[in-house]
T-cell receptor
Framework: DAGITQSPRYKITETGRQVTLMCHQT?????MFWYRQDLGHGLRLIYY???????DKGEVPDGYVVSRSKTENFPLTLESATRSQTSVYFC??????????????FGNGTRLTVT | DQQVKQNSPSLSVQEGRISILNCDYT??????FLWYKKYPAEGPTFLIS?????DKNEDGRFTVFLNKSAKHLSLHIVPSQPGDSAVYFC????????????FGKGTRLSVIA
């Protein structure tokens, strides 16, 4: 089915561990995004990508690494997880960078808990 | 510095009445404004948008109003239904065409039957 899927839906990890959140889209959208949602902060952009092998930092990139070797995949890696990275993570895709005329399509999120 | 502000964290409205969700912004150069709706355990979904050259856009029960002089936009839902209960995010498109959306913190709407 066409769409954007995130895996896993839930993840519990320990402080200091590396963890990778996966995102896959089937629309061949050029742009992909990673957001985190926290109470009192709304949606904050972590990283985004305009195309394969092109990535840019968003508002809160520290502690995260991304890669985009293929258009359809945009994994997010926490190299050494901290408790402050406990959050719900959303991946999104769009035909444009801003989603003005082509709105962002979001996955259903990954709830990450760092103990 | 928060460029898009949703000052009401929550709002409760009776079924059948009008819901008005507000959003203020600081950058007069924003090109476009969008509203996203989010249910629990799901990702946000696009609801409605408005260009900065317009002052109103309507789609069924949903209308967005833009007041550029006040740097304010609002989302009206008439009539409100229990299924409208969700978190609503206001978002703005920065000028230039290459910078991602700026989101507000969201307003949780509860429609009471």
């Amino acid at each position: 089915d066409a769409g954007i899927t995130q895996s896993p839906r839930y993840k519990i990890t320990e402080t200091g561990r590396q963890v990778t959140l996966m995102c896959h889209q089937t629309w061949s959208h050029s742009y992909m995004f990673w957001y985190r949602q926290d109470l009192g902060h709304g949606l904050r952009l972590i990283y985004y990508s305009a195309a394969a092998d092109i990535t840019d930092k968003g508002e809160v990139p520290d502690g995260y690494v991304v890669s985009r070797s293929k258009t359809e995949n945009f994994p997010l890696t926490l190299e050494s997880a901290t408790r402050s990275q406990t959050s719900v993570y959303f991946c999104a895709s769009s035909e444009s960078s801003t989603g003005g005329n082509s709105p962002l399509h979001f996955g259903n999120g990954t709830r990450l808990t760092v103990t | 510095d928060q460029q898009v502000k949703q000052n009401s964290p929550s709002l409760s409205v009776q079924e059948g009445r009008i819901s008005i969700l507000n959003c203020d912004y600081t950058n007069s150069m924003f090109d476009y404004f969008l509203w996203y709706k989010k249910y629990p355990a799901e990702g946000p979904t696009f609801l409605i948008s408005i260009s900065s050259i317009k002052d109103k856009n309507e789609d069924g029960r949903f209308t967005v109003f833009l007041n550029k002089s006040a740097k304010h936009l609002s989302l009206h839902i008439v009539p409100s239904q229990p299924g409208d209960s969700a978190v609503y995010f206001c978002a703005a498109v920065p000028p230039g065409g290459n910078t991602p959306l700026v989101f507000g913190k969201g307003t949780r709407l509860s429609v009471i039957a």
